[in-house]
């Protein structure tokens, strides 16, 4: 089967004289149809990376347990897979297999004699799964990381250098299950592999999110795509991030083609999956009337060494001394620029709570609760329920909570990059 890509661009390309800046949502679709063949073999190779240190014990190493082999019987037959644990040090209980039965049989033996012991060294973990990816490297590779704890402080520096060796190799989807673990370390790791990271409230939900993320892997037919972009002499790329349906910023992943060309990492993608990129580009400033291509923005696939461009669009700018023309913002870059803020508000104000600063904290969530109503982010406007009481949404006007779960406050913060597609009304 093909994959075909779609890109459209949207944007005001009129700039007042003397403006510099030029910005652009592009949007990706990808559908059945003429396009690109899936990657070599159509093979997919799927990786547990299961926390069994001591703090893993009781029900959650039971709960982790039958969720692997649940996932494991549901890999579908043409599926590779493989299963590391890990505590202060990593074990590979079952490598790189091909997903037929008795293989699963195997694994799921295995499985079960998984017992919780020991400390947390996540970057042990990491580079026996990179050791098994690297067995299959024409693979969509994709794994899913559970624990319930903090990694050792005194693992940082090898966690780093394994993360630079693990980035764009196969990418990771981080669960947190419980509120003992830190957000931050596990959002390190799933931004550097181009996965998700999100928390499992308690062990018994471990099931099925092990089960949403294997379908979404499942899904995933073609790697390394590149997004590359290239702007005219003298022009600066400011930033560039994936910004549905998910933030993601990929402005420091650049890495240079040729002058005035760079590529960011997308990672894998599937079957009608859809994401929006915002570009902002400056570039020299021209004189009313004066056009400019100021950048290109295409899709790169690369199979055994060989680049193929499968989708292109073109952002433009064009002075004029129309007010009118000048002055209106398009929709689209308007409404992620206030999903950006949002989640940097929310992030903000939960920082600020924790610190025990309750005017900024108010204040901060309160333009977060303002720009979740203001753009129909339901989800998020549901999660910062849980964290302020709130007395006008349309204001931002609120108070902060007394009591607040652990578990609420977590998946407010872990969560604040999901976004919303602009409400059809609104377009």
């Known amino acids: ?62 709960a982790a347990r039958d969720a692997m082999v649940k996932v494991v019987n549901l890999l ?26 008795e293989k699963k049989e195997q694994a799921i033996a295995a499985i079960k004699e998984i017992y919780a012991s020991g400390g947390t060294l996540m970057s042990t973990w990491l580079n026996e799964a990179l050791e098994q990816f690297n067995k299959m490297p024409n693979a969509v590779r994709q794994a899913l990381l559970l624990t319930d704890g903090q990694n050792d402080d005194s693992d940082e520096f090898k966690l780093n250098k394994i993360l630079q ?41 471990i099931e099925a999110d092990f089960r949403a993320i294997l379908e979404k892997a499942m899904s995933k037919d073609v790697s390394d795509v590149a997004m590359r972009l290239w702007t005219p002499q003298g022009a600066k790329i400011l930033f560039c991030k994936q910004v549905s349906p998910d933030i993601v910023d990929l402005t420091h992943r650049a890495k240079i083609v040729k002058t005035q060309v760079v590529d960011y990492p997308t990672g894998a993608w599937g079957k009608q999956e859809s994401r929006d990129y915002h570009f902002c580009i400056e570039v020299n400033p021209g004189n009313v009337g004066d056009e400019m291509l100021a950048g290109r923005a295409s899709l790169v696939y690369t199979n055994n060494g060989v680049e193929t461009k499968i989708v292109e669009a073109r952002i433009l700018a064009t002075w004029t001394d129309d007010d009118a023309k000048s002055t209106k913002i398009d929709r689209r870059v308007a409404h992620y620029t206030g999903q950006a803020e949002l989640a940097q508000s929310i992030q903000e104000g939960l920082e ?53 779960a652990k578990e609420d406050e977590m998946a407010l913060e872990t969560r604040s990059t999901k976004t919303t597609r602009i409400q059809k009304s609104q377009s």
């Open 165 to 205: 060796a693990c980035e764009e190799v196969f990418q990771c989807d981080c669960r947190g299950v419980g509120t003992d673990w830190r957000v931050a370390q596990l959002q390190k790791i799933a931004n550097k592999l181009l996965g998700t990271t999100d928390i499992i409230p308690n062990a018994e939900m």
């Open 352 to 404: 600020a709570r924790a610190k025990g600063n309750i005017e900024v904290a108010t204040a901060k969530l309160g333009k977060a609760v303002k720009l979740a109503h203001e753009s129909g982010n339901e989800a998020t406007a549901k999660l910062l329920k849980t964290v302020v009481d709130i007395e006008d949404a349309p204001t931002g006007t609120v108070r902060l909570k007394k009591a607040v």
């Open 1 to 62: 089967m093909l994959n075909q890509f779609k890109a459209e661009v949207f944007q005001n390309q009129f700039l007042p004289q003397g403006a510099r800046e030029v910005h652009a949502i592009m949007t990706v679709t990808v559908q059945a149809g003429d396009g690109i063949a899936a990657t070599s073999n159509n093979s997919r190779l799927f990786g547990i990376i299961c926390d069994t240190s001591g703090s893993m014990g009781g029900k959650k190493i039971h």
């Open 76 to 101: 579908p037959d043409d599926a590779y897979f493989f299963i590391v644990t890990g505590a202060s040090k990593a074990s590979v209980i079952c490598p790189v297999s091909k997903a037929t039965f």
